[in-house]
């Protein structure tokens, strides 16, 4: 029997029940088993896993996560409580058992965490103190919206994407040894590149790193059909988790409870008599509880709920995904389904009471991303200065940096699939060693290595994104042309910092083999357009793309990048000699405000020329053509594009808006010192995304652009730059061609 309830509570209701559409009677035994929380004053966790009064009140637990969850989005008629809704016991116990650092690779599970942090009080932080204040702010502006962020109080981690879960439960459980990071997965998810063999990959190089519990809940469907994975026995599923390097395997199946007669092999334990239903939530319990000590003492686990998709709301299978705009709370289906969910008001009391307590306290002022994680403290780097009269390779004057940051801070990892040597970068592995389990200084493998090798961009940006996230220093590098494929988890991520109510390390990014250095190659790897998407989030207010013209400038870049914060940072680096052109306060001045002018010459008869450049190989085709122009009596201002994102106006991006925000945009007066001129060619070895915020400030009545165009094998840099309208003599036509 359920009531309805009005806007304030129900008679005896907590407050925040405030705007609950129904209440429920008592259950049967509630006197005896609800008498008092499971988890008493003062614990983390419930004491005993076999107790009748913990399994009674985990089940209390899971039902209300799916109350919640189903009024929350039916007060919109939008958001996904199907997936959730099938995880609930699980999630339950794992709060129970004192495991709230939960993350997820399913950010259709969003609406059921919300509901969790607002049972265990942590959206308070966000002024939703009732039931009512979560309805109004879901999936609205400065509140919840449709899928996980960081910035939400108790919430470890963003989700979005599928396949991105994962690398924020590893880099958790790295940083935070002791601490279980349980990893909710959809079986919809499970089909996604890179899931397990990312965490089988993790788990040979740091097999010592087990406390994160890959949690899959297993419910027959994705969101719109049937998982992939659906026709598996719990056999054949447990061989596919062991196949991937996985020592032990939990799993409980539902339908071993059911005592209703469904067919499938997926059923709704909430359809079982109270009593099956009690059965089932007790072994799930104990199973969450044997997978969790599993994986703090050393084992690689899994623990696997296979219950069907929708238990317990208002549909079954891919129909209960999402909700659609007809399903409101005054539809029979939502009414009859938070009917059959409605605790009476002391139950709701005492799951509040359970939440609170677990874990230590509420998320919000408990998880480990909700305070900074302390660093080690590095001091100067210990840049070089290159004279004038040198070459050098841009990334082996990184690298140095990097392995002496290596040093200093210990957790510090770097990541990076297509191998360092070939990026010359072997000055990393020389000094902070791949980490492999098969030791070997001919290759500078070693176990306890900082290099992680995955032959998967989307590993490489997963692990060293996760840990930035949650608060340790990393880099991620890859050749330019492939990083596309690891870019998702990055922009996440950064998106997330932008939010975070907390300092963390930036994203760094260091990309090498630019398009212009893979002539033998071709066009498979020759591939810079990423440089127009990086070049795009700039506008958002925390993405920087960096294009140091020489060694000196590299080293001014990284240290700018590893030592910012809440920043997403990109450095697009040569892996070839190049002429030096900065001396290093230049560079550093350069990094700072965005530009920095690397040759003037006399004027000239026929006005001054501005070549603005992003990009470092092709400034030999800009010098070359600088000549020629003098010959022809104009003046030339080479200017090095080495901060794009500083050059734009501050109107123009959204600065203001993110943590640890960056208001220090060029002002006009050293725009027009630099860019003012008769005529300006806006030149970029890549794509001409990162050209756009001079083109849009400068005055110039006559303007250009030359741009990469498309790649193809050739035997020399010289021959691509032909190719694509690089050289100096199509630098040259250009400028003439501006008089006609």
Known sequence: MTTKSASSPNAGAPDFCAGMHSFGEPWPDFDTHGSHPAIADKARAISDTRSPDAAYQTLLMADALRYVTLQMCASKASGHPGGFASSAEAYAALVMLGHTHIVTEVGHHAPGFYSAMFLDGSLEGLGIHTMTDLMARFREQHGLLGHLSGAIPGILAPAGPLGQGQHFAMAGALLHPGVLFPLTIGDGGLGEPYVLSAIKHFHTSYPGTTNFLPTLIWNGFSQEHHSMVSRLSNEGMRRYFEAHGFERVVLVDAKDFDDAGQAGDYVDSTRFSFARRLAFVQAVLEAADVAARSALDGTLTAFILKQLKGAGVHAHGAKSHNLYPGDTLDKPQIEAALAARALS??????????????GGGPAAKTMVTETTLELADLGAFPLHEYAATEKAVPSTAVGALVAWLGGKDRRFVVTNADGNEASGLKNIND???????????????????????????????????????????????????????????????????????????????????????????????QRPEIENYI?????????????????????????????????????????????????????????REGAAILYEGADGRRGRVVLAVAGDMVLLSVFAAKERLEAEGFGVRIVALVNPRQLYQARDVAAETVAEPDLSFMGDQEFGRLFDGDRIVAISGGPSGPLEPVLVRAKAPLRATLAWRRGDTTASPSELLNLNGLDADTIVARVLAMDE
């Not at 002391?346 to 677990?358: D, G, I, P, Q, S």
């Not at 902070?432 to 940006?461: F, M, W």
């Not at 240290?559 to 306060?585: C, D, F, Q, R």
């Open 345 to 358: 008001p002391a139950a709701w009391a005492l799951v509040r009471e359970n939440f609170a307590r677990a």
């Open 431 to 525: 000094a902070l060693k791949i980490r492999h389990p098969t030791a070997d200084p001919l290759y500078n493998q070693e176990p306890s290595g900082q290099v992680y090798e995955p032959l998967s961009e989307d590993a490489c940006a997963g692990l060293a994104a996760g840990l930035a996230l949650f608060g340790g220093r990393s880099l991620w590098l890859s050749y330019e042309s492939f990083a596309i494929n690891g870019w998702p988890i990055f922009q996440t991520v950064t998106q997330a910092m932008a939010e975070l109510r907390r300092r963390t390390p930036s994203v760094v990014g260091l990309f090498t083999a630019g398009a212009l250095e893979q002539g033998r190659n071709g066009w498979t790897h």
């Open 535 to 591: 070049a795009a989030q700039m506008r958002n207010g925390n993405v920087y793309l960096l294009f140091p013209p020489d060694a000196n400038a590299a080293q001014a870049a990284y240290e700018y990048a590893a030592t910012s914060w809440n920043k997403g940072m990109v450095i697009i680096a040569s892996k070839s000699p190049l002429p030096i052109h900065m001396t290093m306060e230049a560079a550093r001045r350069a990094v």
